[in-house]
C-alpha cells in the first residue's frame, strides 16, 4: 500500500468516525425536579399559619416553666393551626410538656418521637385544636421517625392537610423520608421540620433527584448556636410563603405561613 | 485440592457467622406489655369525674398502655372537662381521644393512653342498621423500648340485643384493623355479649381470647357475666397473667389488667 492510498483511508476512516459522533443523542444531564414559580402575589385567604417552637439546637426546648406563656399565648391567639414543640421531651412515667400544655389549653396533644428509650425520649410535640380521627407516621428506629395530623385547614374553601414534623440528622435518613412521602406529596402532606445545617445542602440534592412535584424551603434565622435549620417540605399545590421569627418569654418561636396554591401545576 | 475444601469450609463458617450475628441483633425480642381496659360508666360519674380517682387505680397497675369505653370529653356531664387529658398529666403518659358522636355539647367515645408514644392512631365509627347508637374504634400503633411494634385497638360494641349488629361491627374492625396489618394486634374493650354469644364466636375466628375461662367482667359488685375482652391476632399471645379487679366506685365494669406477650 503507498504512502497517498494509506493517507486516504485515513482520512475517510477519521471521516466516518466523527460522522458517526456528531450523530449521536445529546448527552443529557438530569438536573432534577424544579418546581414551577408559584404566583407573585400571595393570596391572604389561603393560609395556613403554624407555629413551630425550636431552638435550633441539641437542647431540650422546656428548660425552666416557659410553658407558661406559652398556654397563655395559645389560649389567646387561635387562628394557628398547629403548634409544633421541637425537642419538647419526655421522660418516661413524668408529665411531658406538650401533655401538659395540651391540658391547660383545652387543645388535643400528640408526640412525635425522635429516639427510642424506656426513660427519656427525645421528640416533636404537636397541638390542635379539633379532635383528631388520623394521626399518621412511620416509626422506623435508628433511621426515622416522621409522624402528624390529619387536620381540616379553615381556608377559603377548606382543604384536608397532613401536617407533618420530623428531624433530620444524617444523610441516611433522606431515603426514608421520600419512601415515607411517596406519592403523599400528592395528598397534601406538608413537612415542617428541622435538618442539620451541614446537610441541609445534600437533603435539598438529595430530594432533587428522588422526588416530584414538592417545594422545599430551608428558612435562615440569626439564632446564636444553632445547629439545625427549619425546612418546609409541601407539594406543589402548596407553598411555604414566609417564615417570622419571634419569641414567646425566652422560647424562640417561627410563625410559619404556608400558603395553599389550589391548583396543581406540574 | 485440601486448600479448596479448607477454604470452603472457612467461607461456609463465615455464611454460619454472618447468619448468626443477623439473627442475633435482629428484633427477635419478645413482645412483652401489660395492658388494662376500663369502662368508665358514663364518663365516669360514679367516681363524680376525678381524674385522680381513676389515676390512683390505673397507677397501682402500671400498665404501658390502658384503653378506655365510654369516655367524655368537654360534656356538660363531666363538668366541660378534658379528663383523658388530665390522667395523661397526672400518670406521664401520652393520651389519645376517639370520638363516636357529639354528647352534652361535648364529646362521647373511646380513648387510650400509652406509657409509650404512638407513631399511628386511628378513630373510626360504625352504626350498622339496627344499632342502637354510633360506635367508635379506635387504635395506635407504637413501638416498644426494644424495638418490637404493637398495634392496640380500643372498641365498645353496640348493647343491641341483636348479635347481629355486633358481628357487622366486627366485620368492619376486622376489616379496617388487620388488612394489610403486619402488626401483632391486641383489640380490647367491652364487646356486650358473653364467651357463648354468637358475637364473640364470629370473633374467635380471627382473633384469641387471651383471657379465655378468667373470670366475669359485670358487674362490679356482683360479677355474673363476661363481656370485656383482650383479644389478640395472631392467635399465638402467650397469657403471662390476667386480672379481673373491681372497684364498684368507679364503675359498673370490673377492670381488666393482663400481662400478655407476643414471640
Known amino acids: ?266 | 485440592m485440601v486448600y479448596k475444601i479448607a477454604s470452603y469450609k472457612k467461607r461456609l463458617f463465615f455464611a454460619f457467622f454472618l447468619i448468626l450475628l443477623a439473627y442475633l441483633t435482629s428484633d427477635a425480642q419478645t413482645l412483652s406489655i401489660r395492658v388494662m381496659s376500663m369502662n368508665m360508666k358514663e364518663g365516669g360519674k360514679l367516681a363524680n369525674f376525678n381524674a385522680e380517682t381513676y389515676s390512683a387505680c390505673i397507677r397501682e397497675y402500671n400498665p404501658d398502655v390502658v384503653v378506655f369505653q365510654e369516655m367524655d370529653n368537654f360534656t356538660t356531664r363531666n363538668g366541660n372537662k378534658d379528663l383523658l387529658s388530665e390522667m395523661a398529666v397526672k400518670l406521664g403518659m401520652f393520651p389519645y381521644y376517639g370520638k363516636a358522636f357529639t354528647y352534652a355539647s361535648g364529646d362521647f367515645g373511646n380513648a387510650i393512653l400509652s406509657k409509650y408514644p404512638f407513631y399511628n392512631a386511628r378513630t373510626l365509627i360504625s352504626q350498622p342498621s339496627g344499632a342502637v347508637e354510633m360506635r367508635a374504634y379506635s387504635w395506635i400503633d407504637l413501638v416498644l423500648p426494644n424495638k418490637r411494634k404493637v398495634r392496640i385497638a380500643v372498641t365498645h360494641l353496640d348493647v343491641s340485643s341483636d348479635d347481629q349488629v355486633r358481628i357487622s361491627m366486627l366485620a368492619t374492625i376486622n376489616s379496617n384493623i388487620l388488612t394489610d396489618n403486619k402488626l401483632p394486634t391486641l383489640l380490647i374493650g367491652d364487646f356486650n355479649a358473653t364467651p357463648d354469644a354468637e358475637t364473640m364466636n364470629y370473633a374467635r375466628f380471627k382473633w384469641q381470647d387471651i383471657g379465655e375461662g378468667t373470670a366475669n367482667t359485670i358487674s362490679s359488685s356482683n360479677p355474673t357475666k363476661r363481656i370485656d375482652y383482650v383479644m389478640g391476632y395472631p392467635k399465638s399471645w402467650i397469657k403471662k397473667g390476667y386480672e379481673v379487679v373491681c372497684y364498684p366506685g368507679l364503675s359498673d365494669h370490673c377492670f381488666i389488667v393482663a400481662d400478655i406477650e407476643h414471640p
Open chain 1, 1 to 266: 500500500m503507498n504512502r497517498q492510498k494509506l493517507k486516504t483511508i485515513l482520512l475517510i476512516s477519521f471521516c466516518i468516525a466523527g460522522f458517526s459522533f456528531s450523530c449521536k443523542d445529546p448527552v443529557t444531564v438530569d438536573e432534577g425536579y424544579e418546581a414551577p414559580n408559584p404566583p407573585a402575589e400571595v393570596n391572604q385567604r389561603n393560609l395556613i399559619t403554624v407555629e413551630f417552637y425550636s431552638r435550633l439546637n441539641e437542647e431540650t426546648l422546656f428548660q425552666n416553666n416557659e410553658s407558661e406563656l406559652v398556654v397563655n399565648r395559645i389560649s389567646s391567639i387561635t387562628s394557628p393551626l398547629a403548634y409544633l414543640f421541637d425537642r419538647s421531651d419526655a421522660v418516661m412515667g413524668q408529665t411531658s410538656p406538650v401533655v401538659e400544655i395540651g391540658w391547660q389549653t383545652q387543645t388535643k396533644s400528640f408526640f412525635v418521637q425522635n429516639t427510642l428509650s424506656d426513660s427519656y425520649v427525645q421528640g416533636t410535640g404537636m397541638i390542635v385544636r379539633p379532635i383528631v380521627n388520623v394521626f399518621e407516621g412511620a416509626s422506623i428506629p435508628d433511621t426515622l421517625f416522621i409522624g402528624g395530623c390529619t387536620l381540616m385547614a379553615p381556608l377559603g374553601n377548606p382543604v384536608t392537610v397532613t401536617l407533618m414534623t420530623c428531624k433530620l440528622d444524617h444523610k441516611m435518613q433522606f431515603p426514608a423520608l421520600v419512601n415515607i412521602l411517596g406519592d403523599g406529596l400528592n395528598t397534601n402532606k406538608l413537612v415542617i421540620g428541622t435538618v442539620k445545617q451541614h446537610i441541609s445542602e445534600d437533603m435539598k440534592h438529595f430530594l432533587k433527584h428522588h422526588l416530584k412535584y414538592f417545594r422545599l424551603s430551608f428558612h435562615e434565622t440569626g439564632l446564636e448556636g444553632r445547629t439545625h435549620q427549619l425546612f418546609i417540605l409541601t407539594p406543589i399545590n402548596f407553598i411555604g410563603r414566609e417564615v417570622l421569627s419571634a419569641t414567646v418569654g425566652t422560647l424562640p418561636m417561627y410563625q410559619c405561613k404556608i400558603e395553599y396554591l389550589k391548583t396543581l401545576i406540574y
